[in-house]
T-cell receptor
Framework: AQKITQTQPGMFVQEKEAVTLDCTYDTSDQSYGLFWYKQPSSGEMIFLIYQGSYDEQNATEGRYSLNFQKARKSANLVISASQLGDSAMYFCAMREGWGGGGNKLTFGTGTQLKVEL | EPEVTQTPSHQVTQMGQEVILRCVPISNHLYFYWYRQILGQKVEFLVSFYNNEISEKSEIFDDQFSVERPDGSNFTLKIRSTKLEDSAMYFC?????????????FGPGTRLTVL
């Protein structure tokens, strides 16, 4: 089974509108972390937001917020007031376990977001 | 703001040749990683490195791959005998390790093309 599933290969949103990018995850660990990264066409990976499994509040960072529904194992990224510069590939990723060892990230297949005028 | 740097940005090599990809992690970071992304596909973990040794590696990271921290700043990925399927973007990442949950910050990547 896929550990991270992003079911939307592509999304379109109008400038200034909000958009939700879906992410579901699969883990048997109680301690885990969920991350969202943005990859513009230039290729770099930019960290956006983090949610820990024990965090009671949904994470927010500026225009980014994470809609964390633990029972449903979903961690959707919400981008408010979309801007043209938000056009990029967005990856959801998970770290399983509580640190130690490698702390590797497992990534989803990504969602390509296009912001239109 | 400190950032992870990687050189070169693009490397072209012939099949069977050795390549070394270089990374300079953020200076107070203790954990280092290599990931790769084949064109149009998801990012895949290769290896993690802490305290001068590999802490975890994926099944992709076979005997043709090796990592090294030759000095206090560089972190390298060596591919001994490149294959066509090694063509990918290779990302270095690092984190402080101060807490178990701290974020991995990625470098801009090296695009490796094997001909």
């Amino acid at each position: 089974a896929q550990k991270i599933t992003q079911t939307q290969p592509g999304m379109f949103v109008q400038e200034k509108e909000a958009v939700t990018l879906d992410c579901t995850y699969d883990t048997s660990d109680q301690s885990y972390g969920l991350f969202w990264y943005k990859q513009p066409s230039s290729g770099e990976m930019i960290f956006l937001i983090y949610q820990g499994s024990y965090d009671e509040q949904n994470a927010t960072e500026g225009r980014y917020s994470l809609n964390f529904q633990k029972a449903r194992k979903s961690a959707n990224l919400v981008i408010s007031a979309s801007q043209l510069g938000d056009s990029a590939m967005y990856f959801c990723a998970m770290r399983e376990g509580w640190g130690g060892g490698g702390n590797k990230l497992t990534f989803g297949t990504g969602t390509q977001l296009k912001v239109e005028l | 703001e400190p950032e992870v740097t990687q050189t070169p940005s693009h490397q072209v090599t012939q099949m069977g040749q050795e390549v070394i990809l270089r990374c300079v992690p953020i200076s107070n970071h203790l954990y280092f990683y290599w990931y790769r992304q084949i064109l149009g596909q998801k990012v895949e973990f290769l290896v993690s490195f802490y305290n001068n040794e590999i802490s975890e590696k994926s099944e992709i990271f076979d005997d043709q791959f090796s990592v090294e921290r030759p000095d206090g700043s560089n972190f390298t990925l060596k591919i001994r005998s490149t294959k066509l399927e090694d063509s990918a973007m290779y990302f270095c990442a690092s984190r402080t390790g101060r807490t178990p949950t701290d974020t991995q910050y990625f470098g801009p990547g090296t695009r490796l093309t094997v001909l």
